[in-house]
Structure formats: structure tokens, C-alpha cells
């Protein structure tokens, strides 16, 4: 018997977020020796045969020459006098590729290790092992199961009936330009039409017609006040590649061309450059979860704006202190131009009060500084206090930033003022430890590129390019706002929209939709928001309740319409998803406008032997669906690479890998994450690995669960290859698969 390290593990996670600091290295280092010995552990164990379900799939192949042989398809190989015929593992046995590629008594010609194996495959069959003992035997044609001792002749279809039933609608080959506009119910209408300024905050179930209304909108504010609405001051902000190639083709069907569609993370790349040319463009891909969520936290406007106030009072102490040996009416003209400036941003304010001392900046009703003693010690103090200010005013904004995150004390004090009990000491460390790293970096980096060394000198030098943190890039640029003004567009003007979309309003923190909403105009604010919470995956919004959001972001005019109506998923598919979020769904009189068929659950005990049903249902698909299709989705980025190997070795080859959500959104068969299918909608879906330890019984699983079901519009099947199965699966469907 092995040992079970997982509870170790669990219960020294819960100490190190309990513990002093001076113990957190110590527990820390003892937490790692035990994930590298469950780790191998785990690998071990899947190179065993287990003896409860040692194999899934027998065949017998009948080779040129006459000679017969006999193998069984396990997880595992396994060569015993005490078994008939040699076990091989579907993963890594060569000869296993006859078990998915070919029926029974199909001729087959394929290369072996080093030889060219040909003959005929005599024999077939799918097996099913529960606890030792042989319950089912599926054959080409039908199903035996063995019931109560006895074997009888299954009536239920154990693969998948891509329907043609009357509840399936006709399916269009394009999957881009759904003719949606003459389905509009009355709600929708009055949600799309309201007036041209406020906030409209759509809110509904998938498939309710979010995205679509919002669109539609757009279409409305153009053909009502086109000259307020010019659509190239028109912005849509989605989250993925996949959406905004959906919305770009979606909208010129609806008569709409060159408004702007971004993700918002390539929108604040490229405004970063622009405000912080100096900065790293790159963005890390290992932030930890802990950097993530605190960077994320709306706690930041507040502590920015106290950290300023700070500032403004250190830097008027030390005026004070400078003015103090000069004439009364010397002191009394440089706090006068100092206020005078106070209705700018304070970066602007220091430098035009050190460019007046130099007599390099006029001010309105000042005479200029004609004191020599002035003219030194007013830009020495402002230099002194904020190093680097004069020359590039956003020095100061990048100064507030990193001494806010790079001293751990300062950090820590900031979080418990502004956010008490929210953060663990262990996720403070994190953060303070990350922005440390990438502050080094960043100044190694800089070093190195104001050196006289040739260009590939410095490529060698730095093995490793400076890096922000995608979180990061809005926090500078909220700080620009603050210290330095508006952002500026292409034509050195302020950034303003005259209309704003948001879509997938969920998943975007509350710092993100601030700064989106500044630049917005601010006298005729028109913004539309289309969410769904119970969609809410992204890691890091803090923010759960509308009303809190809307307070935060100074919400006042908003009129929420809330879509009751399911248009994409059958009646079935909505329930089950219903009862996946139970009590934590926010949209409880959600419903669907069709039915259709039920939604099916199949569990495996292997993953062998879910292949071996996806391959064959996956080639049924292809024959039977040319026009439709078909997407295997996944929670874990390597179940999908487990499934995209396995049909490769099955040799079907009609399917796609999506990677980075380069969906093809026409007839085929797709493997992908379900994050990466936020918004979109497949005619069937396939969610694989449906066990509890891939979906346990935790509000982000259930949401990702309720995000892959409903992708689907006509059929779903869930599948599940090894036990204990998700907790999160309703009972009854359990019960009748």
C-alpha cells in the first residue's frame, strides 16, 4: 500500500497561509519534498496495470501467412503465463492503432516497428471490467451486459445519435452569420433600442442574446445620430481572438463596418507603449495566482490616491523648509503659483512649478520668478524628492507603482488598510516577491540598453527580456491618468469614445472597466455591458455584487435589462446546466424556447477506453453531420492533448487542435479547452474527463461546467473515464446512463 501525500499536502498549505513568516521556508520546503514524492508516485501508478479493470478492448488479428494472435487493449502492458494474451498499453503499443483504426473484418496494412504488419482483423470488441469482472461486451453491432449473472442483449445504444430528430433545427455550414436580426423578441428590442446616453447593462443566461443585442445596439446608435456616432469612434472590448473574429463578421451582416473591436489586453499593450515607451511590452505568462489576484483588487484607486496625497504633503514640508531663509513676499509668490497649479495632475503640476522658477513657463496673473536663489532651489527639491520627473514627467507615476510593491512592509500595511483579513501573509510574500524580481530585471534590462556594447552583446547578455505582468499595465496606466492626464490617441488628442461596449462584462476586474470608462465621453456617457455572472471564470474579480460595482465605477444612470430567454440550447441542455450551478446561479428564471434530446452521461474506466468511443464516435460524426459541427472540450490543456493523440492514433484525422482560440466556426470537429469557447456555440458538444478531480465541488469548477455545457445548441454528452465522477453531475442523469 501506497501512501496518500494529498492531505500531508493540503494540511501544510493551510499552516504555511497561517504562519509567521520567520516559519513559512521551512513548512514551504516541506510542502515541495512532498508534491515530488506524490508526484512520482502518481507516475508510477500509472504505469501499473490495475487488477480491477486491467484491460478495456480485446481484438484478434489473422496476418498474411495464416498466423493468428490474440491482444488485449489496456493503460498499461503486461506479459503473464497466467493471461491468455499479452496486455499492451493504447498509449504507447504500436500494434494498439488496429484496436481504434479498423472494424471487425477489415483488411489492414500499417507499419509495426520495423516492419509492414498486413492481414485481416477477425475479431473486435469492447470490454467493460468493473471490480474484476467482466459486465458488458460491446460488439460491432450490439451490446451484451450481464444482469444479475445473466447475459442479456442491450436495448440502449452505448455511442452517440447525432439526432435527426424534428427538435433539431436546419444547421448552416456558416457558423458566423446566424440570420438573428428578424428573431429579435420585444425585450430584446427595448433593451437595444433605449436612449442614446445612460448605461445599458445586459444581464442573461447563455445563449440569451447578450453579445447579439449589444451588437444590434450599435447598429441602432449609428442609423439614429450618425454624426454623434461615427463608427470609428465606436469600441467593442472582448476578452478573446475568438470573439472578436466572431463580432468582426458579425457586424457588417447587420450593416456595421469599422468600429473598433479589441481585446483588451492587446488594447493596453498598445496604449502602454504609447504612455510608457520606456516600459517592457512584453507581458510575463507565469504570474502567480497571488500577484494575479491582488493586481486585480479595486483597492488600488484608493491606495494610489492616498499614496499621491503623501507625496503632495512630503514634497510641501520640504518647500517650507526651502522657502523658509527667502524674503516673505518671495515665499508667498512660489505658494501662490503653487496652488495656482493645483488643479493639475500632480507630475504636471511639479514640473510646470519648476519650469516657472526657470522662467521656462509662463503663469497666468504670476509675474515671472526673478530670484536667483529661487530659480536653484525649487527644481533641486523637485529633482531631489522625485529623481527623473523633469526630464519624462511619468517617472512619477512608475515611482508610485513600484514603492507601493516593492517593500513588503509597505505592501502588506496598504492591503490590511484597504482591504483587512482579504489576503493571506503567504499571498503578500508572493506579490511583494514577484514585483521584486521583475523590478530587477526590468532595471538589468535598462542598464544594459543605455550601455555603448553592441547590439548582439546585449541580446547575449540578457538571457531573459524584461517583463510586466499583465495586471500591471493597468495600474500604470491608471496612474498616468492620475499624475499626468488623459490618454492620448494616435492624433496627440485625448482618447475619447462616443460609444462603449464591454462584452463579457464578468470577467473584466473593476480597475479595467475603470479605465475603459475613462475614456468614454463623460458629458453624454453611452455604454453598453453584456455579462452573464454565472459565466465568471476569470481569476481575480473581486468584485461579485452589481451594486458594488456599480458604486465603485460611479454607475448612476444604468438601466439593467435582464434576458430571460434562451435562444442557442435545447430546454434539456439548459437544465442540466441549471442544476450544475443550483443555489449560486443568478439567473434562475432562465429558460429555453425549444426542446430536444436528452443529455447523456457515459463513464468509462479508462481513458483507453474513452478513446476507443470518441474515435468511433467522432468517425460517425464525420459520415453522418458534413454540414455541422463538433467540439470535445476539456477543462485541463493536456486532457485536450490526450484526446487530440489518441484520435490521431486512431487515424482520424479530420479534426483540429485549438490552441489560442483560432476556432474555425464552420462544419468540423474541434478539441479545445472550455475557457478558450467563452461566447461561442457549437451544434454538439462533448465534455470529457467529467470526474471529481477534474470538477470537485468548488464555484469555479461548477462555472466552467456550466460555461462547456451550454456551447452546446442541439446535443450534449458528458463523459467521465475514471471514478469517483463529478460530484457536480446531477443525480438522475447519473442514474439513467
Known sequence: NQTNYYQDIQDLRQLISESKEEDAPM???????????????????????????????????????????????????????????????????????????????DEFSERIGDRIMEGFLTLKRTLRIKDGELVSIQLESHTLIKDNGVWKL?????????????HEQKVSTEKYLPEITALIDSKQFEAMTRPESGIVELQGGAGSGKTTIALHRIAYLIGK????????????????????????????????????????????????????????????????????????????????????????????????????????????????????????????????????????????????????????????????????????????????????????????????????????????????????????????????EDSTWEEEIKKNIMSQPAELDEEDATLLLLLYQMTIGQILGKDKNPMVFAHLTV???????????????????????????????????????SIKERHVLHEFLGMTDVSIEALEIGYRSTEQIINISKQVLGSHSVNQAWKSVRQGDPVEFLAFHSTGEMMDF????????????????????????????VIHKGLLHAEVNNISRIRDQEFSFSAGVEISEIHQTKGLEFDYVILANCDEATFPDTLTARRLLHVGITRAAHQLWLLADKEPVSPLLPRDLLETS
Open 154 to 166: 442491450s436495448t440502449k445504444n452505448h455511442g452517440l445519435n447525432f439526432t435527426t430528430s424534428p
Open 27 to 105: 513548512l514551504t520546503a516541506s510542502m515541495e519534498r512532498l508534491l515530488i514524492l506524490q508526484k512520482k508516485q502518481d507516475e508510477q501508478k500509472a504505469n501499473k496495470i490495475n487488477p480491477h479493470t486491467p484491460y478495456f478492448g480485446h481484438i484478434k488479428i489473422e496476418e498474411d501467412g495464416g498466423e493468428e494472435r490474440e491482444i488485449l487493449i489496456g493503460t498499461a502492458s503486461m506479459t503473464s503465463l497466467e493471461l491468455p494474451c499479452v496486455i499492451v498499453d493504447w498509449k504507447k503499443a504500436p500494434i494498439s492503432m488496429l484496436f481504434y483504426r479498423y472494424c471487425e473484418d
Open 614 to 641: 470518441l474515435a468511433r464516435a467522432v468517425t460517425q460524426f464525420l459520415r453522418k453531420r458534413p454540414h455541422s459541427n463538433l467540439a470535445i472540450l476539456t477543462r485541463f490543456s493536456d486532457q485536450a492533448d
Open 225 to 448: 445620430n450618425p454624426e454623434r456616432f461615427q463608427p470609428d469612434k465606436i469600441a467593442v472590448f472582448v476578452f478573446n481572438k475568438a470573439i472578436q473574429r466572431y463580432i468582426a463578421r458579425l457586424l457588417p451582416n447587420i450593416g456595421v463596418q469599422d468600429v473598433q473591436i479589441w481585446i483588451y489586453t492587446e488594447w493596453i499593450q498598445k496604449i502602454l507603449l504609447r504612455c510608457f515607451p520606456k516600459m517592457p511590452q512584453q507581458f510575463a505568462q507565469d504570474t502567480p495566482l497571488a500577484a494575479i489576484e491582488i493586481k486585480r483588487h479595486e483597492l488600488w484607486v484608493k491606495a494610489f490616491e492616498e499614496s499621491i496625497d503623501k507625496q503632495i504633503t512630503h514634497f510641501e514640508t520640504g518647500l517650507d523648509e526651502t522657502l523658509k531663509s527667502l524674503a516673505e513676499s518671495e515665499q508667498q509668490k512660489a505658494w501662490g503659483v503653487w496652488k495656482k497649479l493645483a488643479t493639475e495632475p500632480i507630475a504636471v503640476r511639479l514640473v510646470s512649478f519648476a519650469m516657472w522658477s526657470l522662467d521656462e513657463k509662463k503663469i497666468d496673473g504670476v509675474s515671472p520668478c526673478q530670484n536667483d536663489s529661487l530659480r536653484q532651489r525649487i527644481p533641486i527639491l523637485v529633482e531631489n524628492e522625485f529623481p527623473g520627473i523633469l526630464d519624462d514627467p511619468r517617472a512619477f507615476a512608475i515611482m508610485i507603482w513600484d514603492d507601493c510593491f516593492l517593500y513588503q512592509k509597505h505592501l502588506k500595511a496598504i492591503l490590511n488598510r484597504h482591504a483587512p483579513d482579504y489576503f493571506s501573509d503567504s499571498k503578500i510574500e508572493q506579490t511583494w516577491s514577484r514585483h521584486t524580481d521583475l523590478y530587477q530585471l526590468r532595471q538589468e534590462s535598462q542598464e544594459v
Open 503 to 541: 462584452d463579457e462584462v464578468q470577467d473584466f476586474s473593476a480597475l479595467e472597466l475603470k479605465l475603459l470608462f475613462s475614456v468614454i465621453s463623460q458629458k453624454e456617457q453611452s455604454i453598453t455591458l453584456a455579462g452573464d455572472f454565472d459565466q465568471q471564470i476569470v481569476f481575480g474579480s
